[in-house]
């Protein structure tokens, strides 16, 4: 599920140098508006994420998928701290658990290096 926090990542990430002020402007919409975006208080309706993609001078398409690399990133942080969470116990505990857990990441980096090789302009933005 996207989050108010994905939108106002990928915001901040594609607004780059610009103010926020400039792109509300070519957005068309109020500048304080643009900062409740920004700032995670509110979540776009579907004509509003029109306008943010204006804003930003790029299309809505390209505005969604960006909010999805933002959510994914989020899901592997938190991923990541849950099991470095879990990890050290389990690991600490049972030999034979971390030794799994290992293999077990070798073949996620192995399957992920597989998956870019069938499709290389996956990891690209």
Sequence with gaps: ???KEDVAQTLK?????????QCAREAGINA??????EKARRMPN???SILLAKGLGVTLAKLEEEILVSRNERLRK???????DEAPRAA?????QRAVRE???IVHRELEKILLLANPNRGRS
């Design 92 to 96: 600490a505990d049972d030999p034979y």
């Design 32 to 37: 304080n508006a643009w900062t409740h975006y």
């Design 78 to 84: 938190e991923e990541k701290a849950r099991t470095a």
């Design 13 to 21: 990430r594609l607004r780059g140098g610009r103010t926020k002020a």
């Design 46 to 48: 579907p004509e509003t």
């Design 1 to 3: 599920m996207v989050t």
């Design 103 to 105: 293999g077990l990441d």
